[in-house]
């Protein structure tokens, strides 16, 4: 992927996030311009960047959405909930087409048909709120609906038309009778429906062309199967819209009906293999059109059709030019299109000619060099159509001060000036302008330079040939427009001034300049690093047992305590450098809140219910995988919470509580962990409920039920296959529950706890540690090997007396601090067959460890010292053992096996 | 080597302006608003600006304006390029203070061949 499109995925994933905030900001201040300005400047600048690459169905879902915003903050559309629901819909589908982008690099043809109705959706919200505006903007939508319209055309198999049929169609559309293109796609179970889609088809009058496609692709014939359809059908019609309605009103959606203006329907056929037309012939044909000299035009162009083969493709071309000439002779750049079309032996594209060039294009900024020189004359033909197109440009700036009356400036002046000298020199033509400057600045007027120019041109004897360009170089800079340029005409040019006055009366020192002084870096790399500074901290931790290899085995002390000072040194840059990396994968929970609103306002509306989000604490930071693996199991409490927790309003207000529910969402930092509250006023969980769902589901026994307290039966809902409600909904409880949050939460040594009061609500919290990228593990010994424990699991370690052990109901237990702690040994848990071995007063070395909330001892030959550790998960076939969290690199060079109590309880 | 100065509230466009200018040989420098625009230009005049309308803060619009009241930059030539294609908002360009109007999606030759016209250099 280039650099280019990088950026724009990059800048484009901010402008998506933005719109999605400022559309939740407008849905509390619907009238506040601000947001609307910005919202819409959003918008806009990502469709302006998309159309710089070739995905038109991105641009036409973003030009759809830009002219929705534009109607809403110049108040011609109103701002409404369902507005809001279908653009963010939109921006939901550029983000699913940006990370397709993304991935492959291109976006697939299927979302043409998705981003059609995007658009149509977008602009009937359009239509329909503006049907009672001015006729200026009715214009304009019309307009820009037909240019979508006519990119979705390039996609039609016209082409096959013959060109009688094309002929007589255009000719039909010419004389105000509208062409419809219909295609009707039939459920595949249509006939069982008493439907006959060909019957259906034969019936529509007045078709020209049909034509019937299979849909998708031909299934495998033995799996075929005869009474499901498989086939599309097309067709052309001149038949009034209202017939058409009729005809299909059982099955509007299963048709698509394109109104296909004239234009259209002019695509050359026939055998385009042969040599093309004689380049003088074709020079000629133009400079005879652009003098408007139609009658030798059409005079050569009917000898070279005598002396061509008429099933030739440059013979479709001229009896096309001929018609146009006849039908539509005012239509200059379509007849200029279409010999131009000799030339290049391509169709010319009525509908979207700027997205077509693209391609090309952008290929171009890469191989500009090299391919100058091919495209030297052409560019020698565009500098010169441009110098028009400029001189133009300052000639209609020159005028411009009759009309609306503004004072010069000198700097104004010597600003066309300027212009007007560069481009003459650009394309080598004498400009002896400082004295008409100097003229001008002194009577403060553009009248000089004005008459100058005109008499420039004058004298150029081109005057023909500029009137022509101008023509076309307006299309060729509005290139977005020019299929209105080609059927509609140019609205007045001086409505806006006033308008324009107000938008630039703003003063330049209002606002100070804030450039973030930031930087995008890939994970990638923060992950490259973090896995080098790991491998910097073990081999630091080699330092002191070179030390001490260098006092005993080479019996060098000074140097010993040499290693030892710069091993000092070492620790704390590597420590700091540690810090700072981790600081750098800090990022604030605020990357997973953000998408609360939105969720609990879609989930909230689905329901019915009404709920208040409060979100505290966004800025609390923790690593970057810390807050990823947070967002699932996060969502599914929401979801939790607004299916389960809280009530109808009806319900609510039954209860003497407040109709609309408060959901808080709350993060906080304490020490090394973050903590996360999810808080809801709802009904709560009822422990009776949980009892006998848990006793149903034979998670619990008759005695356990009896004696179960109720903080222990809510906490039931972490157990695994737990879920109270008989439907599943869409939203919560789709046979995952609360076991897969926990699970989730302790895969990165997070904890998770409920309280719930019946009536009252519940509150959730999750309590996780800022960074998992050093864990602080205990070093034991059992069976001569060495394991690490993580410490934030280890309660404390004890040593236990041979005499304090019991053994109740074959498991062996100890009484610490007035409570039962039952005890394994952990070469029993390991199977290893052996005793644990006491020390010399006979106790055993007791890890206590905390699992599910219960405190177990675990029993081990030694302890050893803690040490921070780079903890690596198994792979291969090792990773298949649970037991072990994973395993480490420690300074001396050997293996650390790091156990899971968890799993190994 | 003759220096432009591109605003710009688009990474991407920025991006997309000055690949296709330094490959041209032209030295580019970025604003991200008018304001930044500004405040450039007032310390170093460049040779040339290309102006987007719609930007935070100041637009393209009152960028021109004030930068056409500034007695050492208002001689330079500017170029405007936007989304925005009507006459009317050409129009506005002009009285603005541009001395071109083009169209977004600007093709690099375009752009190419507009800042040579402007700049007086030969391809």
Request: charged share 25%; no cysteine; hydrophobic share 40%.
């Given at each position: 992927m280039n650099n280019l499109l990088e950026q724009?995925?990059?800048?484009?994933?901010?402008?998506?996030?933005?719109?999605?905030?400022?559309?939740?900001?407008?849905?509390?201040?619907?009238?506040?311009?601000?947001?609307?300005?910005?919202?819409?400047?959003?918008?806009?600048?990502?469709?302006?960047?998309?159309?710089?690459?070739?995905?038109?169905?991105?641009?036409?879902?973003?030009?759809?959405?830009?002219?929705?915003?534009?109607?809403?903050?110049?108040?011609?559309?109103?701002?409404?909930?369902?507005?809001?629901?279908?653009?963010?819909?939109?921006?939901?589908?550029?983000?699913?087409?940006?990370?397709?982008?993304?991935?492959?690099?291109?976006?697939?043809?299927?979302?043409?048909?998705?981003?059609?109705?995007?658009?149509?959706?977008?602009?009937?919200?359009?239509?329909?709120?503006?049907?009672?505006?001015?006729?200026?903007?009715?214009?304009?939508?019309?307009?820009?609906?037909?240019?979508?319209?006519?990119?979705?055309?390039?996609?039609l198999p016209i082409f096959e038309l013959e060109e009688s049929v094309a002929e007589e169609l255009y000719l039909h559309a010419l004389e105000g009778e509208t062409a419809f293109w219909v295609e009707y796609k039939p459920e595949s179970d249509c006939f069982f429906k008493g439907e006959d889609p060909l019957?259906?088809?034969?019936?529509?009058?007045?078709?020209?062309?049909?034509?019937?496609?299979?849909?998708?692709?031909?299934?495998?014939?033995?799996?075929?199967?005869?009474?499901?359809?498989?086939?599309?059908?097309?067709?052309?019609?001149?038949?009034?819209?209202?017939?058409?309605?009729d005809l299909f009103r059982y099955v509007p959606d299963e048709i698509k009906r394109i109104e296909i203006p004239a234009l259209a329907f002019v695509r050359p056929t026939g055998n385009q293999d042969d040599h093309a037309i004689d380049i003088d012939f074709i020079d000629n044909a133009l400079a005879l059109l652009n003098k408007n000299n139609i009658s030798v035009l059409t005079q050569i162009i009917n000898t070279m059709l005598e002396l061509s083969a008429p099933e030739l493709w440059s013979s479709s071309v001229l009896r096309w030019v001929l018609r146009l000439l006849e039908h539509e002779p005012d239509n200059k750049t379509a007849q200029h299109a279409l010999l131009k079309s000799l030339q290049t032996l391509t169709a010319p594209d009525w509908s979207a000619p700027a997205e077509h060039v693209e391609r090309s294009d952008s290929k171009e900024v890469e191989h500009a060099t090299t391919s100058v020189n091919v495209r030297k004359t052409e560019e020698d033909d565009e500098l010169l159509q441009n110098f028009y197109v400029v001189v133009n440009a300052q000639r209609e700036i020159l005028s411009l001060s009759h009309k609306s009356?503004?004072?010069w400036t000198a700097g104004r002046l010597k600003s066309i000036a300027s212009t007007l000298m560069g481009c003459y020199r650009a394309v080598n033509r004498e400009c002896n302008i400082d004295n008409v400057l100097e003229r001008a600045l002194a009577e403060n007027s553009p009248t000089p330079l004005l008459t100058w120019l005109e008499e420039s041109l004058a004298n150029n004897e081109q005057d023909v040939e500029i009137e022509v360009e101008t023509d076309f170089s307006e299309i060729s800079t509005s290139s977005e427009s020019t299929p209105n340029a080609l059927i509609s005409d140019h609205k007045d040019a001086h409505e806006n001034v006033v308008h324009n006055e107000a938008k630039t009366a703003r003063r330049v020192d209002e606002v100070s300049t804030v450039v973030p002084k930031t930087l995008k870096v890939d994970q990638d790399k923060i992950d490259r690093l973090m896995n080098l500074i790991g491998e910097m901290v073990v081999a630091k931790n080699a330092l002191p047992y070179l030390a001490n290899r260098a006092e005993t085995v080479f019996g060098v002390r000074d140097l010993s305590r040499e290693i030892k000072a710069q091993y000092a040194v070492i620790n704390r840059v590597a420590e700091e450098m540690q810090d700072t990396i981790m600081q750098v994968r800090m990022m604030p929970v605020s990357f997973i809140f953000q998408r609360f609103p939105r969720m609990v306002r879609d989930i909230s509306r689905k329901l019915g219910k009404e709920v208040e989000l409060v979100l505290e604490g966004e800025s609390t930071e923790a690593d970057k995988n810390i807050v990823e693996a947070l967002s699932d199991p996060l969502i599914h409490i929401v979801r939790n919470s607004l299916d389960h927790g809280l009530e109808q309003p009806d319900v609510r207000l039954a209860a003497g509580k407040n109709a609309t529910g408060k959901l808080t969402i709350r993060a906080t930092q304490e020490s090394d962990r973050v903590l996360i509250e999810i808080m809801d006023d709802g009904k709560g969980i009822d422990p009776k409920i949980i009892k006998h769902k848990a006793y149903e589901k034979g998670l619990i026994d008759e005695t356990t039920l009896e004696r179960i307290s109720d903080q222990d039966a809510i906490n039931l809902i972490f157990a695994a296959g737990f879920s109270t409600v008989e439907v599943i909904s869409d939203l919560s409880g789709r046979g995952v529950g609360m076991d897969v949050v926990r699970s989730a939460v302790e895969k990165v040594n997070g904890t998770v706890g409920i309280e719930s009061q019946v009536g009252k609500g519940t509150r959730i919290h999750l309590s996780l540690p800022l960074s998992m990228a050093v864990t602080n593990v205990i070093i034991i010994e059992s069976n001569k090997q060495i394991f690490g424990v993580?410490?934030?699991?280890?309660?404390?370690?004890?040593?236990?007396?041979?005499?304090?052990?019991?053994?109740?109901?074959?498991?062996?237990?100890?009484?610490?601090?007035?409570?039962?702690?039952?005890?394994?040994?952990?070469?029993?848990?390991?199977?290893?067959g052996v005793e644990q071995l006491p020390n010399e007063d006979d106790e055993f070395a007791t890890l206590i460890v905390r699992v599910h909330g219960e405190h177990i001892g675990i029993l081990v030959d030694e302890f050893r010292e803690t040490v921070d550790i780079i903890l690596k998960p198994m792979a291969g076939i090792l990773g298949g053992l649970s037991s072990y969290s994973g395993a480490a690199l420690l300074g001396d060079g050997s293996v650390l096996m790091v156990l899971n109590p968890r799993e190994l309880i | 080597m003759k220096h432009i100065l591109v605003i710009d509230d688009a990474a991407?466009?920025?991006?997309?302006?000055?690949?296709?200018?330094?490959?041209?040989?032209?030295?580019?420098?970025?604003?991200?608003?008018?304001?930044?625009?500004?405040?450039?230009?007032?310390?170093?005049?460049?040779?040339?600006?290309?102006?987007?309308?719609?930007?935070?803060?100041?637009?393209?619009?009152?960028?021109?304006?004030?930068?056409?009241?500034?007695?050492?930059?208002?001689?330079?030539?500017?170029?405007?390029?936007?989304?925005?294609?009507?006459?009317?908002?050409?129009?506005?360009?002009?009285?603005?203070?541009?001395?071109?109007?083009?169209?977004?999606?600007?093709?690099?030759?375009?752009?190419?061949?507009?800042?040579?016209?402007?700049?007086?250099?030969?391809?």
């Open positions: 724009f995925l990059s800048e484009g994933r901010d402008f998506l996030q933005g719109i999605g905030e400022k559309l939740m900001q407008l849905e509390d201040e619907p009238n506040s311009t601000p947001l609307m300005t910005e919202l819409f400047r959003f918008v806009h600048t990502l469709k302006g960047n998309s159309g710089l690459f070739e995905f038109p169905e991105m641009t036409r879902v973003l030009h759809a959405s830009e002219d929705l915003m534009d109607a809403v903050r110049n108040g011609r559309v109103g701002y409404s909930q369902d507005l809001a629901d279908q653009l963010l819909d939109a921006m939901d589908f550029v983000g699913m087409l940006m990370d397709e982008i993304e991935a492959t690099g291109e976006i697939s043809k299927n979302h043409a048909v998705p981003a059609a109705e995007h658009a149509q959706v977008l602009r009937s919200l359009l239509v329909v709120s503006e049907s009672n505006a001015d006729s200026n903007s009715d214009l304009h939508t019309s307009s820009e609906i037909k240019s979508e319209v006519n990119s979705l055309l390039a996609e019957f259906l088809m034969r019936q529509v009058p007045d078709t020209l062309w049909r034509h019937i496609i299979l849909n998708n692709t031909a299934p495998i014939l033995a799996e075929m199967d005869v009474y499901s359809n498989q086939l599309v059908f097309q067709l052309l019609t001149t038949a009034p819209s209202e017939e058409l309605d009356g503004f004072s993580p410490m934030d699991m280890v309660v404390e370690t004890v040593r236990v007396p041979r005499s304090q052990i019991r053994t109740i109901k074959h498991k062996q237990t100890t009484v610490l601090r007035g409570r039962v702690v039952p005890l394994l040994s952990l070469n029993q848990l390991l199977a290893r | 991407t466009v920025r991006m997309y302006h000055r690949n296709i200018l330094e490959t041209a040989g032209y030295r580019v420098d970025e604003a991200i608003n008018g304001i930044e625009a500004l405040e450039k230009a007032l310390v170093k005049p460049y040779d040339l600006y290309i102006v987007d309308v719609n930007m935070p803060k100041l637009d393209g619009y009152g960028f021109l304006k004030e930068f056409r009241r500034q007695e050492d930059l208002s001689q330079t030539p500017a170029i405007m390029v936007t989304t925005e294609a009507g006459a009317n908002d050409r129009a506005l360009g002009y009285a603005a203070g541009a001395n071109l109007y083009l169209t977004k999606p600007i093709k690099p030759h375009e752009l190419l061949s507009y800042t040579r016209l402007l700049l007086g250099d030969l391809a």
